[in-house]
């Protein structure tokens, strides 16, 4: 019996001592485990900052057509606040209608090359016209004034965590002290874990009978922000625990606060987080955290409880409640004065509405990730906080949109076989718009639901262009003159008739629409009407290999085959190459190159390149300009005179195009400023059995309305002539007529003739 | 053995302080100053013939007509023209020596020119109240620009620059200081590119045409395309023979020049 007790008690002991032992084992080698993480968080990177990417910004000067709601709707997007009285502080405006004026003051911003602090500026309006810039707090007059560029989205992995991180010394030391009051009083005075706070936390409530404090550091609460999960287990906080010990041991007071303030997470803006004392008061208040009053420091730091709930955004009474909680601990702890205490529950909380950032121009941001890609790796685009500036104008971007996905609808109702045809092969639309002077893309939708389908059609899908291709026909006939001796003008008359090209022993034989034919019809009156056989008649001549050639020059970049079907667009291109090199027509003949992205700068505000917008003279202005003359008659009088009817009266140029099958609408058209491509079509290559004028010139003509409202009405102006040289001068050798050589076609193209009857 | 091993060592000491020697005596002798090397051929006449100011039937051809810069094939391989096949041409740039950079260069011989034109330089006297909203903003941005330019910030001057254009496709300033702005940067076919436009839009401003020619010599020169950048600095100094960029790199050309001659 004695034995048998014995021998329990010594396989207890051994049992004890094995399971010590191993509990031994097994905690160090845990609290290795974790110090290794600890050092690793604090060592190594803390936190992936996503790219953030902006429109372009908005330029203002005197003299500029001004839709005030517009102003005003850009400001609010802006983050900016609406005041009754003169603006106070950065982030306010005011509105006056009845003196005409809108007061400002401006934000601080981080251009490329240049920090801008804000100002107070005002804006003297008369009607829809800017008619006085000055800054408020000198009273100098300003000639421009620029807005700075909204934040379309950021490149981020998972979540979107905006975040600035900020050295401690930065943050005002009232805002640590406030932070400090409601979360960690104890801060300097425990190792990591605070037995005093956890005892009187379990006191507060067991006699509310409810939880109303928690126990937790600051400390554990980074280690638990930066290393752990959200879940209330014993399981997350005992490690919670041991890792706050470690982290209180390896590192300083300092560095762990300063950790804290800029991992703390403290709201939501949308699908973007808001991460951080800086960002938030940015977020909040439009401040930087030197700006901030008791008042606000006491809100922010108020906040870090449940941001969300007690949101001022979300409810004014909830937030000043807590805000007023913090304001009496911060008295309590003599951290500010009586007066600061009285001052500070007076301020008001400034009534604003939340504008989420949602990105609104998904297909553009594709476009300019490729872009990216070419440069960055996709770890730096979502990890190291870049800062990438475009040319996107949101505003021509959401008329983009909305003309197309309204356009479609309208097909789709006054026609009922374009009607979903399958699950995959939905009625598709394409559209961008850039400026031809620079290149710069302003705006790109590629297709009509990004969440349905992210192809994108501006530049992913390559479709025949139909008759948008004669133009290059045109061109290459007014610059080259015909093999057979013809000298080009507008004015030529072409003959209209069926006819056969053979060519390498083949055939090739083009037909009018509806298999219609003219006769003998103006060279003028054959690119309106985009007769099919005149055309193939001129290419022929003139040499389909010119066309090609020419057609590369201006900016096709897919490959063209060179058979006589060119001349009618059989072969396949984008969109964007397209508005490419009619924006060469647009541009008096200059060669722009597409530009989306055109600066990049990292955390630092350092600039890591700038796309220059670059410029070739590729086409001579005066064959450029009488292109342009000819081509607005498509407008006025040719097959895109509907675009009248439809209400879009500015002076333009533009060409139809449809495919011989009917697959494919396009319509491209521009005015000095602007140039937009609409293509019309399915993805799946079913018949559309509409033409271009039709389907895309309406969406293209809704669009070109919105987008040039608040535009100056401009002509084409050709080049200025050299003193001596008349109008209409064609040289000797103008046959060449590109650049280097004399221009053959007159450098404006006379009105179309009374008498001309075709 | 040692013998001969102890002679050979001796030997090849004896070789070494005869080439030493050698050096020494020759690193003490007078020596000529150096010449670049000098194309049988030179791109600069000494003297050249004096030309008469253009006719304005020639103004309005452009480029000039003896100017071979922009051919269709250039264009079409978006190359930069490449220039008539003699040796000047592909003589590299020869950067001024510190002597010359700090003697003042004598004046060229002159041809017979027009007379200076009055200083046309200023944007801001370009703003008159007949000027739209858009030309004045557009002058305004590029007077910015050119501030920028003049203070040696090319890479900030182009924000403004490219604003400029993008409120005003027509100004020919804005094209022109974009021309300057990316010769400072040293990206010379691309100012090449932006003085074609600066020129297509300027007309018969024959002071502002003279700036163009002058910078296109200067990019040419740049280029290492000594008898483009020639012709170029000529035809400049013919519209205006008040333009001093054109006049001193005509004279720096043939000062560079001149030893070669003799």
């Known amino acids: ?166 050295k401690l010394a930065e943050v005002p030391p009232l805002l640590v002290k406030a932070v400090l009051a409601v979360e960690d009083e104890r801060f300097y005075n425990h190792h990591g874990v605070d037995p005093i706070g956890i005892l009187r936390a379990m006191w507060v409530n067991l006699r509310s009978l409810s939880f109303q404090q928690g126990g937790s550091t ?63 008061s940015q977020f909040y208040f439009s401040k930087p955290l030197a700006d901030l009053t008791v008042g606000e420091s006491a809100l922010l730091a108020g906040l870090i409880r449940a941001p969300n709930r007690l949101s001022p955004y979300r409810s004014a009474e909830a937030a000043t409640k807590r805000r007023d909680t913090v304001l009496a601990k911060m008295l309590e702890g003599n951290i500010i004065s009586r007066k600061q205490y009285d001052a500070a529950v007076r301020e008001k909380l400034p009534q604003r509405s939340l504008v989420k950032v949602t990105n609104e121009a998904p297909f553009y941001v594709d476009y300019l990730r490729r872009e990216l890609e070419q440069v960055y790796s996709n770890d730096v685009l979502t990890e190291e906080g870049l800062r990438i500036f475009t040319s996107l104008d949101l505003q021509l971007q959401r008329m983009a949109e909305r003309a197309l996905t309204e356009g479609l609808k309208k097909l789709e109702a006054t026609h009922a076989a374009l009607r979903k045809k399958s699950a995959a092969d939905s009625l598709e639309a394409a559209i961008i718009a850039l400026r031809p002077q620079t290149g710069e893309i302003k705006a790109m939708v590629g297709g009509r639901n990004y969440q349905k389908s992210q192809f994108n059609r501006v530049f992913q899908a390559k479709r025949q262009p139909g008759s948008i291709f004669k133009p290059f026909v045109y061109l290459a006939a007014l610059m080259y003159g015909g093999q057979s001796g013809i000298q080009y003008t507008p004015d030529t008359v072409i003959d209209d008739s069926q006819f056969i090209w053979s060519y390498e022993g083949q055939e090739w034989q083009p037909s009018n629409y509806n298999n219609e034919y003219f006769g003998a019809v103006t060279f003028r009156r054959a690119l309106e009407s985009s007769l099919n056989s005149a055309t193939g008649r001129v290419a022929q001549d003139v040499g389909i290999r010119r066309v090609r050639d020419l057609a590369h020059r201006m900016g096709i970049q897919s490959p063209l085959p060179a058979v006589p079907s060119l001349s009618l667009g059989s072969a396949e291109v984008t969109p964007l190459e397209v508005a490419v090199a009619f924006s060469t027509l647009a541009n008096n003949g200059v060669r722009t190159r597409p530009l989306a992205v055109k600066q990049v700068m990292d955390q630092s505000a350092k600039v890591l390149e700038k796309r220059d917008v670059r410029v070739e003279q590729v086409v001579a ?84 309305k919105a987008a040039t409202a608040n535009m100056a009405a401009t002509d084409f102006v050709g080049p200025p002539m050299p003193p001596g040289e008349s109008e209409g001068k064609c040289g000797p050798a103008g046959r060449e007529g590109e650049v280097g050589g004399e221009p053959c076609a007159p450098a404006t193209v006379p009105a179309r003739a009374p008498a001309e009857t075709l | 053995m040692s013998f001969v091993g102890n002679s050979g060592s001796f030997a090849v000491k004896l070789l070494l302080a005869g080439i030493v020697l050698a050096a020494g005596l020759f690193s003490c002798a007078p020596q000529r100053p150096y010449r670049a090397p000098v194309p049988p051929k030179r791109s600069v006449p000494p003297t050249p013939a004096p030309l008469p100011p253009p006719s304005p039937a020639e103004l309005g051809r452009r480029p000039l007509p003896q100017d071979p810069r922009i051919r269709e094939q250039d264009i079409r391989s978006k190359a930069p ?177 001149q030893p070669a001659s003799r």
Do not use: C
């Open chain 2, 81 to 257: 023209a490449t220039a008539p096949a003699t040796k000047e041409t592909r003589e590299p740039l020869k950067q001024p020596s510190v002597r010359e950079s700090r003697t003042p260069v004598e004046p060229a011989p002159q041809p017979a020119l027009a007379p200076p034109l009055p200083d046309d330089s200023s944007l801001l006297a370009k703003i008159t109240p007949g000027v739209s909203p858009q030309r004045a903003a557009s002058l305004r941005l590029t007077e910015e620009g050119k501030r920028l330019l003049d203070g040696g910030e090319p890479a900030k001057a182009l924000t403004p620059l490219e604003r400029s254009i993008a409120i005003d496709s027509t100004n020919p300033y804005g094209h022109f200081y974009l021309a300057k702005a990316q010769h400072r940067l040293g990206r010379y076919q691309d100012s090449l590119n932006f003085l074609d436009v600066a020129e297509s839009r300027l007309g018969g401003e024959l002071f502002w045409l003279a700036e163009v020619h002058a910078l296109r010599g200067e990019n040419f020169r740049a280029l290492g395309q000594l008898q483009r950048a020639e012709v170029s600095y000529d035809y400049a100094l013919r519209l205006n023979s008040g333009n001093r960029t054109a006049a001193e790199a005509l004279a720096r050309m043939q000062s560079d020049a």
């Open chain 1, 621 to 704: 202005p005066q064959l450029a300009n009488a292109m342009n003359q000819l081509l607005k008659g498509v407008l006025d009088h040719g097959t895109a005179a509907s675009a009248r009817r439809l209400g879009f009266t500015r002076p333009a140029a533009g060409k139809t195009g449809t495919t011989n099958d009917y697959k494919d609408a396009w319509f491209v058209g521009y005015t000095p400023d602007l140039l937009a491509v609409v293509w019309v079509g399915f993805d799946g290559q079913s018949k559309l059995n509409l033409s271009g004028s039709e389907a895309a010139l309406p969406i293209w003509a809704e669009f070109m």
């Open chain 1, 218 to 280: 600051l400390t554990q609460q980074l280690m638990k922000n930066f290393l752990l999960t959200d879940e209330r287990t014993l399981a997350r906080k005992i490690p919670e625990a041991v890792m706050a010990l470690i982290a209180e041991r390896k590192y300083s007071k300092d560095v762990i606060l300063e950790n804290y303030l800029n991992e703390i997470y403290l709201g939501q803006r949308g699908s973007q987080g808001i991460f951080g004392v800086w960002e938030a």
């Open chain 1, 1 to 166: 019996m004695k034995r048998a007790k014995l021998r329990v008690f010594s396989i207890s002991l051994i049992v004890l001592l094995v399971v010590t032992t191993s509990g031994l084992v097994f905690g160090a080698w845990f609290i290795k485990k974790w110090e290794q993480q600890v050092t690793e968080k604090f060592d190594g990177q803390k936190w992936r900052i996503p790219s953030r990417i902006y429109s372009d910004s908005y330029l203002l000067y005197v003299g500029i057509n001004l839709k005030r709601e517009d102003l005003l709707e850009k400001l609010r997007r802006l983050g900016y606040y609406s005041v009754q009285t003169t603006p106070k502080s950065k982030g306010e405006y005011r509105f006056a209608p009845a003196e005409g004026l809108i007061d400002i003051w401006l934000h601080d911003f981080d251009y490329p090359n240049e920090k801008v602090k804000g100002y107070p500026v005002r804006i003297s309006l008369e009607s829809a016209v800017v008619t006085r810039i000055e800054n408020a707090a000198t009273g100098k007059e300003m000639f421009s004034l620029e807005l700075e560029p909204e934040l379309v989205t950021g490149l981020y992995e998972r979540i979107w965590q905006e975040r600035r991180v900020v």
